[in-house]
């Protein structure tokens, strides 16, 4: 059978016009009454009786218009359902929101030309992945170790040292020394409030005072006010090599803190390797080597 005519005389059926029924399928009105007169040729009797610009349906009409509509709604919701699938070539990441601002997005583009069948969608959060329970295939994690049940793969070691713009230390505060910074302006991630005091320890300076103290939600906005010239953040190292480089920012003190936590990309131990997976992680483990001194 002649999937055009079905078509076109189950539109007309449906909306008991031929004009709405070209309207419907894109096309003109004289190509839908072609199609269902090449099916009436095939079938051997009229499905539609043409009274001036309506049309109605004959009793063979009427036979054949409902199971040909259920077949169509048929289709169409089997389409939908395909279309709404997840694909096997998309990989979802749920990624501390700094890790993915500032170690993943500027190495993105990278993956994208180097695989560009496979999509990634990445969502951000400070909460731990269950991932038995959760549509995610990678996570990241903060920690000394993976806890059971979790693969992973360490991106970087949890170092840490001042940062500031150069303007700010040219015109607002020079920093000769560590002590210098009890004339400044302290910028915190809340997510990390002891970095300071850790670093500052580590200098010989526990009992510092600074000027002015400013919170941010997260380590990225701490970076953006340094950047701005707010003040001097205290920042992982990792998260701001791009911008030593440029000059955007500068480190006044070589002096660089350190913890037993490393930073992971995580996933279910029992999981299943798919392609994506197995080309995305032999990615970032390039990406890591290439990051390594």
Excluded at 76 to 94: G, N, Q, V, W
Excluded at 114 to 140: C, G, K, N, Y
Excluded at 220 to 249: F, H, P
Aim: proline share 6%; glycine share 6%.
């Amino acid at each position: 059978m002649p999937l055009l005519g079905l078509r076109a005389f189950e539109a007309v059926a449906r909306h008991q016009s031929v004009t709405h029924a070209a309207l419907e399928l894109c096309v003109t009105p004289g190509a839908v009454s072609q199609q269902v007169k090449l099916l009436e040729d095939l079938v051997g009797v009229p499905l539609l009786r043409r009274k001036g610009r309506s049309v109605e349906l004959t009793d063979a009409g009427e036979v054949l218009r409902p199971p040909l509509t259920q077949a169509f709604h048929s289709m169409e919701l089997a389409l939908s359902a395909i279309a709404r699938a997840p694909r096997h070539d998309t990989l979802k990441l749920c990624l501390l929101p700094t890790l993915a601002e500032k170690w993943l997005m500027p190495r993105l583009s990278r993956f994208h030309g180097a695989h560009p069948e496979l999509d990634i969608q990445i969502m951000t959060s400070f909460r731990e992945i269950r991932f038995e329970a959760e549509d995610v295939d990678m996570a990241s994690y903060m920690g000394q170790e993976l806890p059971p049940g979790l693969d992973g793969l360490r991106l970087f070691d949890d170092v840490y040292q001042p940062v500031c713009s150069p303007a700010f230390l040219r015109d607002t505060c020079p920093l000769k020394t560590p002590a210098d910074l009890a004339k400044a302006t302290l910028l915190h991630s809340v997510r990390r409030m002891d970095d300071w005091q850790r670093w500052l320890a580590l200098a010989g300076l526990a009992k510092l005072r600074p000027q002015r103290n400013l919170s941010f939600e997260n380590s990225s906005l701490a970076i953006q006010a340094a950047v701005d010239g707010l003040g001097v953040a205290v920042v992982q190292c990792e998260y701001v090599k791009e911008a030593l480089k440029t000059g955007t920012l500068v480190a006044p003190f070589e002096l660089a803190a350190r913890s037993d936590t490393g930073y992971y990309l995580v996933w279910s131990s029992q999981r299943r390797a798919t392609p994506a997976f197995q080309s995305f992680l032999h990615w970032v483990q390039e990406e890591v080597g290439r990051a390594s001194p």
